[in-house]
């Protein structure tokens, strides 16, 4: 098992949609979590941080759930520009050596 | 600008040539990162530096080899290149790696291809 698991997607949602996708992990002692986006062919980019009591920015939500051992990423009325890949990270400790990227979930926002 | 910049930004080379990819931050960060990004993997940590001399093993560190002389550069080398390191190359820079609100800054990547 993966210690950090996304659905790849594509997730094909129209614009003005809510979408939400999970990302579980395996390490109960994971004290740091991430959101990242990654335009196609570009470097990733921090979209958010998740805190233990839940976060929004603007239209995104990011939840951490740790007895089931997953984080969240809500977007309400999306647009096309939120086309992109979202990637979890998770980070097990102070530590660079256990920083954790899933395999990122493609969405993709239609007309 | 300030950033975290990498060259080459392609380059194609042949089995067993010695390659070394360049990464350059100006923002004086402590820590520094070498990630590869194939289909299926994500982004999988080769190296990081803690600071300058201090560098350490990440998750597929084999073929490779790195040096943090000065803290604004992060080469990494890839000393006998096999076509299975044919991949997308992301350098990143962060100020610490604890706590909630650190954030890494990846240049834009470098795309190799071993023939």
């Known amino acids: 098992r993966k210690e950090v698991e996304q659905d790849p997607g594509p997730f094909n949602v129209p614009e003005g949609a809510t979408v939400a996708f999970n990302c579980t992990y395996s390490?109960?002692?994971?004290?740091?979590f991430f959101w990242y986006r990654q335009d196609c062919r570009k470097e990733p980019k921090l979209l958010m941080s998740v805190y233990s009591s839940g976060n929004e920015d603007g239209r995104f939500t990011a939840q951490l759930n740790r007895a089931s051992q997953y984080i969240s990423l809500l977007i309400r009325d999306s647009k096309l520009s939120d086309s992109a890949t979202y990637l979890c990270?998770?980070?097990?400790?102070?530590?660079?050596?256990?920083?954790?990227f899933g395999s990122g979930t493609r969405l993709s926002i239609r007309p | 600008d300030a950033g975290i910049t990498q060259s080459p930004r392609y380059k194609i080379t042949e089995t067993g040539r010695q390659v070394t990819l360049m990464c350059h931050q100006t923002?004086?960060?402590?820590?520094m990162f070498w990630y590869r990004q194939d289909l299926g993997h994500g982004l999988r940590l080769i190296y990081y530096s803690a600071a300058a001399d201090i560098t350490d093993k990440g998750e597929v560190p084999d073929g490779y080899v790195v040096s943090r002389s000065k803290t604004e550069n992060f080469p990494l080398t890839l000393e006998s290149a096999t076509r299975s390191q044919t991949s997308v190359y992301f350098c990143?820079?962060?100020?610490?790696?604890?706590?909630?609100?650190?954030?890494?800054?990846f240049g834009p990547g470098t795309r190799l291809t071993v023939t």
């Open positions: 990270v998770v980070n097990g400790r102070s530590s660079a050596s256990k920083i954790i």
């Open positions: 390490n109960s002692a994971s004290q740091s």
């Open positions: 990143a820079s962060s100020e610490s790696v604890g706590g909630a609100s650190y954030e890494q800054y």
């Open positions: 923002w004086s960060h402590s820590y």
